[in-house]
């Protein structure tokens, strides 16, 4: 059984918004973009974190809405868990809301930061120091909220095929 939610979670830079479409296309699903990007192309990346707060929940708001309307698999580009990892990283801290929220996904697909960080106008973290420590943070909070995880490493067709891998790993659990 193919999960019903399976959330893109990683750093900046790490594939998931390229490879969204090609998952929903090959698991007969719907994407929901991204929130923050459109958030920070229309506002600005200088955030405080009530704009993370609302950025978090806007996004959850879209996954609910889209969940409720159809039961097809949904792959969320994102969630508040990676907006909280966001937190951590712009302010060292995070509003207790993202503690609270607990509408996880059912899978979570973990990006590696094996592939070159790009410059698009809404990235902040490129050096490899700033992207191993978000790529730690984004690994610990999956561990910390004990959700089901797993890795997808590689460059083109390996990384499709390691995400593809892991969402039939987990329908064959089932």
């Not at 990676?82 to 809301?97: E, H, K, N, S, Y």
């Not at 083109?156 to 593809?164: F, K, N």
Request: aromatic letters at 10%; proline letters at 4%; charged letters at 25%.
């Amino acid at each position: 059984m193919i999960p019903r939610t399976i959330c893109l979670h990683g750093p900046e830079s790490t594939g998931k918004t390229t490879i969204a479409p090609r998952l929903a296309a090959a698991v007969g699903g719907t994407v929901l973009d991204e929130y923050g990007r459109e958030y920070a192309e229309a506002r600005g990346i200088d955030f405080t974190m009530g704009d993370l707060v609302e950025i978090a929940k806007t996004h959850d708001a879209g996954t609910r809405m889209m969940a409720a309307a159809s039961s097809a698999p949904l792959i969320l580009d994102t969630d508040p868990l990676m907006t909280a990892v966001w937190a951590d990283m712009l302010f060292g801290a995070r509003d207790p809301w993202f503690d609270a929220w607990d509408n996880t996904a059912d899978l979570y697909l973990l990006f590696d930061i094996d592939l070159p960080w790009v410059a698009d106008g809404t990235r902040l973290f490129g050096n490899a120091e700033q992207r191993r420590r978000f790529f730690d943070l984004a690994h610990a909070e999956l561990e910390r909220r004990g959700v089901r995880w797993a890795w997808v490493r590689g460059e083109g067709e390996a990384r499709y095929a390691a995400a593809m891998a892991a969402i039939q790993a987990f329908s064959a659990d089932r």
